[in-house]
């Protein structure tokens, strides 16, 4: 194995990184296909062969978790790479984590550029701290990645969870066995809906009893007047009217006759 070579070690980060997100693309890619062909099969009634094509797409998002973990450590390992560029038999613990994850967790990927990384770096830290971190002694490993390279059955409530979001994303009527469906009313019946607008409006104009009882009432109706029940206080008005004729028309007769007399004085 040639020796430590630090612009070597910097370029396989770079390319694994690289790799690891081609990847994860590619796959999820992948994962959208077979959530379309689940969605048929349920549409289709063929529920069981769903449930086990499910459970290969949980497998495969779980792996891309891990994809991404380990795109993760080696960005750390190039941000922090004057740390990894020490000439010691043991990481530093900056970078202890990044180190022990991709030496543990790299076979279980299928990247060229990562399992050379692998190599580089156990050739760096020696024959023991590399057996220690591929047994995981001392839980040096992460937690997180350890979980994502279990291999362990999904549990029915994980795939029944898979297969229902499915179905809603794809609009297929499908729900897990056991559960009721909430969409269709009660047997009691659907009350019918109410018209707010309507509502708050009667309530906060009420109408008063009076006026409510005057505009159901009809109006009285007035009785009439007889014709001659006025006639005297008409026929008074029409002599005031013939008073004032008269004394209108008496100066004018006095006028008359007093030039009638001084026309007959400058006869004389």
Known sequence: MPPWNSAKAK?????????????????????????????????????E????????????????????????????????????????????PGITEGVCSIIHAAPRTELKELHILRDILMHKYGREFSLAVMENRDGC???????????ATPSSEL???YLSEIAKAYAVKWSPPGTSDNSSPPDGGAKEPVDEAKEDQSS???VPDAQKESAASPAPVLP?????????EVQETKTKTAGTKDLADEPADEFDVLAKRFAALKKR
């Open 49 to 92: 062969t769903a449930r086990v094509k499910v459970e290969t797409i949980i497998n495969e998002d779980i792996h891309v978790e891990l994809l991404e973990l380990l795109e993760l450590y080696c960005e750390l390992l190039l941000a922090r790479f004057g740390l990894l560029d020490q000439n010691t038999r043991e990481p530093d």
């Open 224 to 232: 009439t007047v007889p014709p001659t029940e006025n006639k005297k």
């Open 11 to 47: 370029v396989q980060l770079r390319l694994s990184v690289q790799r690891l997100r081609t990847l994860q693309q590619k796959k999820e890619a992948q994962a959208k296909a077979s959530r379309r062909d689940i969605a048929t099969l349920l549409e289709r009634g063929k529920v």
């Open 204 to 206: 906060q104009s009420p």
């Open 159 to 161: 795939v029944d969870a």
């Open 141 to 151: 490993v992460s937690d997180r990645v350890v979980r994502k390279i279990s291999n």
